[in-house]
């Protein structure tokens, strides 16, 4: 049975990209990539599509859905393509496809959005698909009525006195409109939100998405399986990052779950050395290793890391919705606000950083860092990154850092 469903795999792959002909039996990676990368073709062959989308922890439909959404949210459109073709021999219909698109453009961008719809159009073309048809008297699908009115307050009174046009948007038509169309179920718009939000390593955004993901008829091996088929697509360190934030989601909801432990039991995050991650080149200059990531469940909004620097590394310019509070725990590092004097820390120091500040913090230049960062969310959100800091901005740290070396 597994090789039947390993044939249709390499069939309607090979169908969806247009070249069945050009590949011998059995393989499915491009002919190039046997000749540049011959183990990534093997890998492509027998560990992706021989192994990891057979399995039975999803359905073909939504491990479709999820890589479509993984792959716009990213921006890597060439691959889009590709992928399309495959989710409608999966069974995602055009329509669903359109309305995947439509979601991602608030979760990723209008760009990416416009970008997917270019990809897609040409496989519509090529199949001859119907332009989808414009909704007319279908009735929006119904949310909890007391589930929303406690996110339309919480985001009423976290964003509104900041950003009052984005609070309005943001109940009107993200959750007022947008969650409400009918185009695509409840349960495949948290699937295509999860996907995206793992993709682009929007960690601190999972937990209400999670939770409501499970609300909307997500099992709790359905969701397991997201990162675990992500890691793939959207590398090993986003799919890592995932992991504690799944495990906390999932043991609040088993704590308040009836029967069990109450929601106010005392719980212990192991250390898992393996769920560490690299930090991100867009938002970090040089070696930096981020691990024991938390995140509180609602209505508490505490999270955190702990986040080592190599020597000269540092994070990107920054700032906290509503202000971060850094514990150094060892080494030595520098911190600054924007306009102020590059400051030194150390061991047992405590750096308050006030909400909206724009900042930098990392390692000195000569002895490597590590801090545990704890920051609260404000609406979903606990922080904003900026651009770099250059090498001539970081050069102006200290002369007294050469003393870190002692």
Known sequence: MKKLAASLVISSLATSVGEAQERPAGRIAPPDVYVV?????????????????????????????????????????????????????????????????????????????????????????????????????????????????????????????????????????????????PQLSARDRSLVTIAGLIATGKAEQLP?????????????????????????????????????????????????????????????????????????????????????????????RVGGATVSFEPGARTAWHTHPLGQTLIVTAGCGWVQSEGGPIGEVRPGDVVNIPPNVRHWHGASKGASMTHVAVAESLNGSAVTWMEQVTDDQYARGPEAADQCRG
């Not at 093997?42 to 399995?55: A, H, N, P, Q, S």
């Not at 009735?139 to 950003?163: C, F, I, K, M, N």
């Not at 099992?219 to 360190?237: C, M, Q």
């Not at 769920?275 to 609602?298: H, I, K, L």
């Open 37 to 181: 990368a011959p183990g990534l073709g093997d890998y492509t062959d027998e560990l992706l599509f021989g192994d990891v989308w057979l399995r039975d922890e999803l359905k073909p439909r939504d491990r479709s859905i999820i890589t479509v959404s993984a792959l716009i949210a990213s921006g890597r459109i060439a691959q889009v393509g590709g992928h399309v073709g495959r989710a409608l021999d999966n069974g995602v219909t055009p329509s669903e496809i359109g309305e995947i698109i439509t979601h991602l453009a608030f979760y990723s961008g209008w760009p990416n959005a416009i970008s997917a719809v270019n990809a897609t159009k040409e496989v519509f073309d090529k199949r001859g698909i119907e332009p989808v048809a414009a909704e007319a008297g279908q009735q929006p699908l119904e949310l909890d009525p007391a589930s929303e009115a406690a996110r339309a307050a919480s985001v009423d009174t976290s964003t509104g006195p900041v950003v009052p046009a984005l609070a309005e948007y943001t109940n009107r038509v993200l959750f007022g409109d947008l969650w409400r169309r």
């Open 208 to 300: 209400f998405h999670l939770s409501r993901g499970m609300d909307n008829g997500l099992t709790r091996t359905e969701v397991a399986e997201v990162p675990t088929h992500l890691a793939y697509y959207a590398g090993w360190p986003n799919a890592m990052s995932a992991v504690p934030v799944l495990r906390g989601v999932f043991e609040a909801r088993k704590a308040a779950a009836p029967g069990e432990a109450g929601a106010d039991a005392l719980s212990v995050q192991k250390h898992d050395p393996e769920a560490a991650a690299t930090g991100s080149p867009e938002n970090f200059t040089g070696s930096v290793r981020v691990e024991s990531r938390f995140q509180a469940e609602d209505p508490a």
